[in-house]
T-cell receptor
Framework: GAGVSQTPSNKVTEKGKYVELRCDPISGHTALYWYRQSLGQGPEFLIYFQGTGAADDSGLPNDRFFAVRPEGSVSTLKIQRTERGDSAVYLC?????????????FGPGTRLTVL | AQKITQTQPGMFVQEKEAVTLDCTYDTSDPSYGLFWYKQPSSGEMIFLIYQGSYDQQNATEGRYSLNFQKARKSANLVISASQLGDSAMYFCAMREGGNNDMRFGAGTRLTVKP
């Protein structure tokens, strides 16, 4: 079946602009996660959705970052007033139920470059 | 505090040989899961293998096996019969029972030589 998809694959923007990154999880997966991966590092957790609600947004770095999942499937990560430090690969993952031992399956990521 | 430690920034292995990638972790939660992911140059994180803290036996998936030593808090990945396509970054990750986030190590870059 289809895996997790993310669009766009690459996004270049200017400092101060607004961007939206989209994630389409595996069909039937109720849990969805966003991670950020900076160069040379492992992914860092941003936010977790169970269904439509953000069950844990403790990883969002500040209030410029926001994410939604209005119908419990596709999610959008929104970044306002982008800064050069936001440049990274943004990874989305989904899992069947969201439990502690649930395996997360990742998408190919969106590479964000803020000039 | 660093929860997952991968001490090998880079590793080389000859094709068809076995290689062990190290991972140690830190947690006081008795319930946790340990995961290994492969990230080729394309960027996608590919799930390889999972070990639960209560599992009695070491996990195996094809050429991948996990050497789980609970008392030492280590979860090393063993890749047998290395192939050129195994060249990639490998990440160890942990998810504690009550948490939603998965913590990743810094990764190990594996290069398989022909």
């Amino acid at each position: 079946g289809a895996g997790v998809s993310q669009t766009p694959s690459n996004k270049v923007t200017e400092k101060g602009k607004y961007v939206e990154l989209r994630c389409d999880p595996i069909s039937g997966h109720t849990a969805l996660y966003w991670y950020r991966q900076s160069l040379g590092q492992g992914p860092e957790f941003l936010i977790y959705f169970q269904g439509t609600g953000a069950a844990d947004d403790s990883g969002l770095p500040n209030d410029r970052f926001f994410a939604v999942r209005p119908e419990g499937s596709v999610s959008t990560l929104k970044i306002q007033r982008t800064e050069r430090g936001d440049s990274a690969v943004y990874l989305c993952a989904s899992s069947l139920g969201g439990g502690g031992t649930d395996t997360q399956y990742f998408g190919p990521g969106t590479r964000l470059t803020v000039l | 505090a660093q929860k997952i430690t991968q001490t090998q920034p880079g590793m080389f292995v000859q094709e068809k040989e076995a290689v062990t990638l190290d991972c140690t972790y830190d947690t006081s939660d008795p319930s946790y899961g340990l995961f290994w992911y492969k990230q080729p140059s394309s960027g996608e994180m590919i799930f390889l293998i999972y070990q639960g803290s209560y599992d009695q036996q070491n996990a195996t998936e094809g050429r991948y096996s996990l050497n789980f030593q609970k008392a030492r808090k280590s979860a090393n990945l063993v890749i047998s019969a290395s192939q050129l396509g195994d060249s990639a970054m490998y990440f160890c990750a942990m998810r504690e029972g009550g948490n939603n986030d998965m913590r990743f190590g810094a990764g190990t870059r594996l290069t398989v030589k022909p």
